[in-house]
């Protein structure tokens, strides 16, 4: 026992160092709670210093649905339909919810894919929530997946009906058309009008090519309750256009001076373009002459965000800007001269050959009469010959 509570109570290194260890912890926890106001205070005044520098910003993101669309008038939408993934949607749509006025909302129609595409983006999410955005996918058996089944749903009653119900004025615009934020003329000074768009001539009677079209809904719905368009005949546009000029008590456009847009006559200041097939198909009048072309552009730069674009720096050696590739006038100049000189020796060839030819079928004619009238000349000789022959022997025999 005496041996075993020596060793309990004898020191050594480790108990030492145990006991000093605890005698610290002891120590600076005596000690903290002294300087924990003054750890504080400094920490409190670093956060105040960083808070500072930080932007102040605010989104609500607490708007309810039944606000977000009484802040817009339920009776204007701007649609857009389009199956298609293209990577200049969401730009086009956003640009488009910049210009047209703000009581306007917007409608996407699309497939699976390209609703998808449109929506992830964090702009249109946005948009979305506040309520002006809305994208669709069409329930079966709607379809959308070519024009002429786009037509067939603009041209069913049953669309208006149950998927823009009081809704009376459609901006239909496309993926290939953009209105300009440079236009001094409100969408809504068209209000009054039945149908407007851009015209296919000058003098068109009606300016209504719906690819950049302002409709009005109770129009369409009073062609529709007594005619339906038979499928796979005339683009949905013309078909309305033939039937909404001739609408007792319709305004519609007519002529360049009333349009809304261009498309294949220019306008001067329009409000948009649509640009077919995103200026694969563009018309002469509007864009072969270059210092009109950069009169367009300067006035809508919108448009390259739906257009096939390259830099000045990227344009071919002898680039006409006018749609083909020509040569600078001391090349065209020799290029000309050369041109004429190897058609003159052409030309001079020709005549030579057409000489050569006259020479020797005129040469084959003489011989061919010479011989003919050697011929002949024997013959006849040979014949008088015979004659006087069978002349003496008659003779010899008369006198015997």
């Not at 857009?80 to 488009?96: K, N």
């Not at 208006?160 to 459609?170: A, K, N, R, T």
């Not at 097939?277 to 009109?292: A, I």
């Not at 190897?342 to 030579?352: C, L, Q, R, V, W």
Request: charged letters at 30%; aromatic letters at 8%; glycine letters at 6%.
């Amino acid at each position: 026992m005496s041996t075993n509570s020596q060793s309990v109570f004898a020191l050594s290194r480790t108990k030492i160092l145990v006991v000093v260890s605890l005698a610290l912890t002891w120590w600076f926890a005596s000690i903290l709670p002294h300087y924990q106001p003054a750890i504080r205070e400094k920490f409190r005044a670093r956060l105040g210093d960083a808070l500072q520098k930080i932007p102040s910003i605010k989104v609500d993101w607490a708007t309810t649905s039944e606000g977000a669309q009484n802040a817009y008038n339920a009776s204007k939408v701007a649609l857009l339909i389009e199956p298609r993934v293209l990577p200049h949607m969401v730009p086009q749509i956003l640009h488009m919810i910049s210009v047209v006025p703000p009581d306007w909302r917007f409608l996407f129609i699309g497939s699976e894919k390209s609703v998808i595409s449109v929506g992830r983006a964090y702009a249109t999410k946005y948009q979305q929530v506040i309520g002006k955005l809305d994208l669709m996918v069409l329930p079966e058996p709607w379809e959308i997946d070519s024009k002429e089944k786009v037509f067939r749903v603009l041209t069913d009653p049953r669309f208006y009906d149950e998927f823009l119900p009081g809704v009376e004025w459609i901006l239909k615009y496309e993926s290939d058309s953009i209105l300009c934020a440079n236009s001094d003329t409100s969408l809504n000074d068209w209000l009054d009008w039945s149908w407007v768009g851009a015209p296919r001539k000058p003098d068109d009677r009606f300016s209504g090519n719906g690819g950049l079209s302002l409709r009005r809904v109770s129009a369409i719905q009073r062609v529709l309750s007594f005619q339906a368009r038979y499928n796979n005949s005339e683009p949905e546009d013309e078909w309305f256009g033939k039937r909404v000029y001739l609408l007792p008590g319709a305004k519609v456009a007519s002529g360049a001076e009333q349009a809304l847009a261009v498309e294949d006559v220019y306008i001067d200041e329009a409000m948009g373009y649509h640009v077919r097939n995103g200026g694969r198909n563009l018309p002469d009048g509007v864009w072969k002459d270059p210092v009109q072309r950069k009169k367009i552009f300067d006035y809508c730069p919108e448009l390259s965000m739906i257009m096939d674009m390259k830099l000045e720096r990227e344009r071919c050696p002898g680039d006409d800007r006018q749609g083909g590739i020509g040569i600078d006038s001391d090349e065209q100049a020799r290029k000309k001269k050369e041109k004429e000189e190897a058609d003159k020796k052409t030309a001079e060839a020709a005549m030579k050959k057409a000489a050569e030819e006259a020479i020797k079928k005129a040469t084959e004619e003489a011989v061919k009469k010479a011989t003919e009238e050697a011929v002949k000349k024997v013959a006849e000789e040979a014949a008088k010959a015979e004659a006087n022959k069978t002349s003496r022997t008659v003779n010899g025999i008369a006198r015997e």
